[in-house]
């Protein structure tokens, strides 16, 4: 079967960095997202990888593994509207998005 | 651009009843994919429509079908309602060609079925 698993919820500081991991098994793969998602709202996109390493985008950052099959966000400078889930998801043979669960984060002043 | 757009927005119904909900999608996107999201669920796929044609298809009952018109916008059909299918509705639009084929979401129908 197909499987994404993320943390289900994490907390940091306001000012701090935080890491969301993302680890998939999936049938074949053509890419990987990361969407920021607030209470009530529709999920919004925040990067995109299909080649290792890392992409930086502001305060945000993404990392891929292709050969481990990970992936991690990274959230510098944490500001308290940063507080909402982030979605993982990941392209497969048949580029069906596959998603994670979320993770759930809250940031505390 | 107009972003993508949901009709209605909420919607209750009672169990055993049929509903209809629709999404019209980014201006030039051909691609519309619909998602049931439920609380540590996560988005479940239920289908993506192209130019019309449906593209790809998640593990639902046939009780969930959709449809696509010629100027993309998308409707999305579920039949006897039961009470699992309480959820947020979430339609996506991308141009559905190229590599990277970013999707864009529309605010969601929240589905309440009693």
């Known amino acids: 079967g197909q499987n994404i698993d993320q943390p289900t919820e994490m907390t940091a500081t306001e000012g701090a960095i935080v890491q969301i991991n993302c680890t998939y098994q999936?049938?074949?793969?053509?890419?990987l997202f990361w969407y920021q998602q607030h209470a009530g709202e529709a999920p919004t996109f925040l990067s995109y990888?299909?080649l290792d390493g890392l992409e930086e985008k502001g305060r945000f950052s993404s990392f891929l593994s292709r050969s481990k099959g990970y992936s991690y966000l990274l959230l510098k400078e944490l500001q308290m509207k940063d507080s909402a889930s982030y979605l993982c998801?990941?392209?497969?043979?048949?580029?069906?998005?596959?998603w994670g669960a979320g993770t759930k984060l809250i940031i505390k002043p | 651009k107009a972003g993508v757009t949901q009709t209605p927005r909420y919607l209750i119904k009672t169990r055993g009843q049929q509903v209809t909900l629709s999404c019209s999608p980014i201006?030039?996107?051909?691609?519309v994919s619909w998602y049931q999201q439920t609380p540590g669920q996560g988005l479940q796929f239920l289908f993506e429509?192209?130019?019309?044609?449906?593209?790809n298809k998640g593990n639902f009952p046939g009780r969930f079908s959709g449809r696509q018109f010629s100027n993309s916008r998308s409707e999305m059909n579920v039949s006897t309602l039961e009470l699992g299918d309480s959820a947020l509705y979430l339609c996506?639009?991308?141009?559905?060609?190229?590599?990277?084929?970013?999707?864009?979401f529309g605010p969601g129908t929240r589905l309440t079925v009693l």
């Open positions: 996506a639009s991308s141009d559905g060609q190229g590599d990277t084929d970013t999707q864009y």
């Open positions: 998801a990941v392209w497969d043979s048949n580029y069906q998005l596959i």
């Open positions: 999936t049938s074949g793969f053509n890419g």
């Open positions: 429509y192209f130019s019309e044609t449906q593209r």
């Open positions: 201006s030039g996107h051909r691609s």
């Open positions: 990888n299909v």
